[in-house]
């Protein structure tokens, strides 16, 4: 699989627009709000956006956020003209470097809908196993690091 050099950058004022026009996968499109909408819902639930650049290229992006020392990722998208590069994957294991030294952060955790399989092919290919305390509709999934 082809790994593109890539980077996650904190949306804030100056870079915040160049995300807006990124769209997941038609078939994910159910399962994961607009990036507008959750640069709504980053300013007011308190997570933190950030841009997937790609040599200098907006070309995805995700949020997590901090509860009680468990960190949540919230979204990934990927811009569906970059689908299947290692772009998803590269920019969460960068996350996950960030979220390890964050000294909150006792776990880092992950939610999708039981029904979106890509998702949870993703979370897993990524090091997440599921909970057994699963909610009715979503899988909750949690980062088990590698040896």
């Known amino acids: 699989m082809y790994q593109p050099y890539c980077r996650i ?5 100056y870079n ?4 807006i026009h990124i769209e997941a996968l038609p078939e994910q ?19 933190h956006p950030f841009g997937i650049q790609v040599e200098g290229e907006m070309v ?6 901090e509860f009680s020392g468990i960190c949540w990722i919230n979204r990934v998208i990927v811009d569906a ?3 299947r590069k290692g772009i998803g994957r590269a920019a969460v294991q960068q996350l996950i470097e960030r979220l390890r030294t964050n ?10 809908s039981k029904e979106n399989h890509i998702a949870r092919e ?20 949690v980062y088990e690091e590698r040896v």
């Open 29 to 47: 499109r159910n399962y994961i709000p607009s990036v507008l909408f959750s640069l709504a819902q980053a300013k007011f639930e308190n997570l």
């Open 103 to 112: 000294i909150h952060c006792k776990e880092i955790r992950a939610s999708f």
């Open 60 to 65: 995805g992006f995700m949020m997590y956020g």
């Open 122 to 141: 993703f979370f897993q290919a990524a090091g997440f196993t599921p909970l057994s305390d699963a909610l009715p509709d979503e899988e909750v999934v």
């Open 16 to 19: 915040w627009e160049q995300c």
């Open 81 to 83: 003209k970059h689908h």
């Open 9 to 13: 950058v904190p949306l804030d004022r």
